[in-house]
């Protein structure tokens, strides 16, 4: 009999010990009300947040913090971003405050796009209005290639201009140890070469070859060719990127680089750092056409009867 009472006894035990320390460890660290920048990274996990959060004395238990989450659900529903917390806020207080969405978001901006492209997606992370587009583009106008592709952290009352300028000042620093290795070319002509070269490859090996390629061709005075320079002609609102038609490469423009020989007169598109590096520092080669297959695989040729017949091999034409 008495074992039969002992076990319910121990359970109700257990239960009220860890009902206990549950109180304790949701309860303030502090009583300082200072409140504290916290800043959860994109993909961290429920255990990442709850470790980070008692390492930054903004809780006392990280346990105590993914067990709430976890009973009730609510790991899915944490957002990246920055977040005003305080250790003099209860662990629910707190929770409640990472729950009601950050205050300074992550928007993250993929190498090689327009400055539309880019003002479209600040527009639509920031939950901006269409002036805010405008005011982008306005501010950005000139620009075009020194938009540096990255992850942001923004406010969500962040400015067209304040944004704009992070994103120039960030190219400056990514760029301030670069210098053309090639005499023939500007700091600003080697921007617009690694705009073609984001445009036109696939990967890092290949970026240094096809800049070799751009420069041979550039040395000689012949058509660079570079398809991605058209669709930046042409393109609209509807496609930036559209796929090229035959007329288009007729079309009288100084950015139709099968019409016209030398460089754009300005990038096409705002390039990462892998690009610039290979624009600015170009592989020594022989190389005169590419061609990529219908799996991506660049091939590379030195004459055009070498380049027409791996057209005709890896493309069919």
């Known amino acids: ?7 319910p006894l121990l359970v109700a035990f257990m239960l009220v010990v860890a009902g206990v320390w549950f109180y304790i460890n949701t309860q303030p660290v502090s009583d300082n009300k200072n409140p504290s920048n916290f800043i959860i990274t994109k ?12 390492s930054s004395g903004i809780i006392k238990s990280a346990l105590a913090f993914k067990i709430y989450i976890q009973f009730t659900g609510q790991s899915g529903k944490l957002q990246s971003g920055q977040f005003k917390l305080s250790p003099s806020f209860s662990l629910f207080q707190n ?7 950050p ?45 540096f592709p990255d992850t942001y ?4 009352d962040a400015s067209a201009s304040m944004v704009v300028k992070k994103m120039a000042d960030t190219f400056n620093v990514k760029t301030s ?9 500007t700091f600003a002509e080697a921007v617009t070469m690694a705009s073609l070269i984001e445009r036109e490859t696939k990967g890092d090996a290949e970026r240094p070859i096809v800049a070799g390629i751009i420069m041979n061709r550039l040395e000689i005075g012949m058509a660079l060719q570079v398809d991605a320079s058209v669709q930046y002609a042409v393109g609209t609102s509807k496609d930036w990127w559209p796929i090229l038609r035959l007329a288009d490469l007729n079309i009288n423009s100084p950015y139709n680089t099968y019409k016209f020989a030398g460089l754009p007169p300005t990038p096409i598109a705002n390039p990462g750092l892998s690009s610039l590096t290979a624009a600015f520092n170009p592989a020594e080669t022989d190389y005169m056409y590419y061609i990529h297959d219908s799996t991506g695989q660049i091939h590379y040729a030195s004459s ?9 091999k890896y493309l069919g034409k």
Do not use: C, Y
């Open 1 to 7: 009999m008495k074992k039969l009472l002992f076990f």
């Open 43 to 54: 993909g961290a996990s429920a255990s990442q947040i709850g470790n980070k959060l008692q």
């Open 95 to 101: 929770i409640d405050s990472l729950l009601s969405g």
């Open 103 to 147: 205050i300074e978001i992550w928007v993250t901006i993929p190498e090689g796009l327009r400055r539309e492209e880019i003002a479209a997606r600040f527009t639509a992370a920031l939950g901006k209005e269409s002036t805010f587009t405008d005011q982008f583009l306005l501010d950005s106008k000139g620009k075009e290639g020194s938009l």
């Open 153 to 156: 952290l923004f406010p969500l």
């Open 177 to 185: 140890g670069l210098t053309p290795r090639s005499s023939g070319l």
């Open 304 to 312: 055009l009867s070498e380049h027409n017949a791996n057209v005709a």
